[in-house]
């Protein structure tokens, strides 16, 4: 299957963090025919492993959860309110589409009726207080469509083609990871074992991470993503030049304000992935990921410390339901990926510099 394929087969499970095993279980069985042996822990993190004779050991992430809606009421007229799970904008609320609950029940989010704001108001964005509507009068009416508080929402999106290889949809972070971890798998050639994961709860704190860096102790783990590209009308000029087409992220750092609870990724991973980057003749783009990070977070400090970067795929509109991507770009970071994983890596023995 094309890279394209293997997305769109990922973006059409639903995985709320904490509820991701649809979208693992696609991982299980996209990846099996590729790698010696498959495990689940006790989180949900699936573990794909390809055994090699030498003692070196890889481990390359990508995360299965989205973000989502979790219910948490219903109002005495059949209106269903939730709590956001994960770093959502509330712009990207009204008007959306999504489905509730094991049985995918539809939904809508609307706001203030257009005929009933005042001239101030239609200025602004009506976002608060929102509630998704999925027609029912009472709460029983909304029992009987099998919704229930605990249960989880998503966007009703799934991946649209635009022109010269884009594609956008809900959850393309992280779902074109796993794509790209699946591909990568079908045509690695090393002697070193690779581990091949994907990882549970990242858009609520890393947890499946921090679960699998005790779990699973590697000489480097690295953790593919997307990385927010600049390159609309929208964005403001302050960021860093980074643009669809223009190749994959390889990233520099991460974390909140002045890099806090992030990833200073050390000097030894980003050479490696660099000089892989240019064995393979891929313009690559270095990047500082503010207000956000990885699963390398996580991988780089537990169980005493290890070598760990990020390597992402340029997304426009990040943390939306129409989240928008270069298959070009993912198509590269896979030939960064593997060109890498053959090469000579830093080792468990090898202390970190720079």
């Given amino acids: 299957m094309s890279l394209r394929d293997e997305l769109e087969a990922f973006v059409a499970a639903r995985g709320p963090a904490g509820d991701e095993g649809a979208v693992a279980e696609v991982f299980e069985d996209r990846i099996a025919p590729h790698v010696d042996n498959i495990e689940w822990d006790a989180m949900g993190n699936v573990v794909a492993t390809d055994e090699g004779p030498s003692d070196h050991e890889i481990l390359i992430t990508g995360h299965t959860d989205e973000l989502t809606l979790l219910v948490d009421g219903v109002t005495d007229d059949g209106f269903v309110s939730y709590s956001k799970v994960g770093g959502h904008y509330k712009g990207n609320f009204i008007g959306q589409e999504v489905v509730i609950g094991p049985d995918e029940v539809p939904g809508v989010i609307g706001t203030k009726c257009r005929h009933h704001t005042t001239p101030d108001e ?19 009416e909304v029992q009987a469509l099998n919704i229930e508080p605990g249960d989880h929402a998503t966007w009703n999106q799934t991946v649209t083609e635009l022109g010269y290889e884009r594609v956008a949809g809900r959850a393309i972070d992280d779902r074109i990871a796993l794509a790209i971890l699946v591909k990568l798998a079908q045509q690695m050639e090393t002697d070193s074992t690779v581990h091949y994961v994907a990882t549970v709860q990242e858009e609520i704190g890393l947890r499946g991470a921090r679960a699998i860096g005790y779990s699973v102790d590697p000489d480097v783990g690295i953790a593919v993503e997307i990385f927010p590209s600049d390159d609309y009308p929208a964005a403001d000029g302050g960021g860093q030049d980074i643009n669809l087409g223009d190749g994959p992220v390889i ?38 990921m503010i207000n956000g990070t990885t699963d390398a977070s996580e991988l780089q400090r537990v169980r005493g410390g290890r070598h760990a970067g990020a390597i992402g795929v340029p997304c426009r509109y990040t943390h939306s339901p129409v989240e928008t991507i270069s298959l070009a770009d993912a198509k590269e970071t896979v030939a960064v990926l593997a060109e890498a994983c053959e090469s000579e890596f830093p080792a468990r023995s090898s202390v970190r510099s720079g």
């Fill in 122 to 140: 239609r200025e602004r964005l009506l976002a608060d207080d929102l509630y998704i509507d999925v027609g029912a009068e009472s709460p029983k």
């Fill in 251 to 288: 990233e520099l750092a991460d974390g909140n304000e002045y890099l806090f609870d992030g990833i200073l990724v050390d000097r030894q991973t980003l050479s490696w992935l660099r000089q892989a980057a240019e064995r393979t003749g891929v313009d690559s783009q270095f990047g500082v």
